[in-house]
């Protein structure tokens, strides 16, 4: 299973854009990429998804590269709401299941 | 409906005893979905269902862990002999199937093995 690397941590101040990378090099031509993001205690909840295109919605936007080796989830206005963990996950097609990485914990600071 | 429910919250056994975990998911969902999650790390897949049909257990589910789904509406997951490394939290979601726009998590299940 194709795998994905985040930093470990980042900080937001509220108001501003947060940009979360994500690495995933070795994936295939059928799986998606998926945002999920987690606070404490919490099971994950669904952002965003995409194969090739990028896409928006009115949580997040997600940049895919052209070569799909790398991705980036963009919240346009951090609150500190959106402090949590947020996940790059890959889901095959085939088999439906998500692969979660350690993920980056976001911290929005005012 | 307003989501998936796990029950219960949270589970403190000792070792060596058997526990059950229910999973209600979102009634129209077909596709149903266990993973486990240890601190500081992303959830694992365990299994998944599809209606009553088992489609995938992963190499982490061994002989001591065992999922149903019968009729195809809400799950469990047994864990029989508790050892100290499966405490974890335990987590269901559902989803209406491939490409759908993704998964519904429940808060997940705290299991304790003392």
């Known amino acids: 299973d194709a795998k994905t690397t985040q930093p470990p941590s980042m900080d937001c101040a509220e108001g501003r854009a947060a940009n979360l990378p994500c690495n995933h090099s070795?994936?295939?031509?059928?799986?998606?990429v998926y945002w999920y993001r987690q606070i404490h205690s919490q099971g994950p909840q669904y952002i965003i998804h995409?194969?090739?295109n990028n896409e928006t919605n009115e949580m997040a936007s997600l940049i895919i590269t052209e070569d799909r080796k790398s991705s980036t989830l963009i919240l346009p206005h951090a609150t500190l709401r959106d402090t949590a963990v947020y996940y790059c996950?890959?889901?095959?097609?085939?088999?439906?299941?998500?692969?979660f990485g350690t993920g980056t914990r976001l911290q929005v600071f005012p | 409906d307003t989501g998936v429910s796990q029950d219960p919250r949270h589970k403190i056994t000792k070792r060596g005893q058997n526990v059950t975990f229910r999973c209600d998911p979102i009634?129209?969902?077909?596709?149903l979905y266990w993973y486990r999650q240890t601190l500081g790390q992303g959830p694992e897949f365990l299994t998944y269902?599809?209606?009553?049909?088992?489609?995938?257990k992963s190499r982490l589910l061994s002989d001591r862990f065992s999922a149903e789904r019968p009729k195809g509406s809400f799950s469990t997951l047994e864990i029989q002999r508790t050892e100290q490394g499966d405490s974890a939290m335990y987590l269901c979601?559902?989803?209406?199937?491939?490409?759908?726009?993704?998964?519904?998590f429940g808060s997940g299940t705290r299991l304790t093995v003392v």
């Open positions: 979601a559902s989803s209406l199937g491939q490409g759908a726009s993704g998964y519904t």
């Open positions: 070795t994936i295939s031509g059928n799986e998606y």
């Open positions: 995409g194969l090739k």
């Open positions: 996950t890959l889901r095959s097609y085939n088999t439906d299941k998500l692969i």
């Open positions: 009634s129209e969902h077909n596709r």
């Open positions: 269902f599809q209606n009553e049909a088992q489609l995938e």
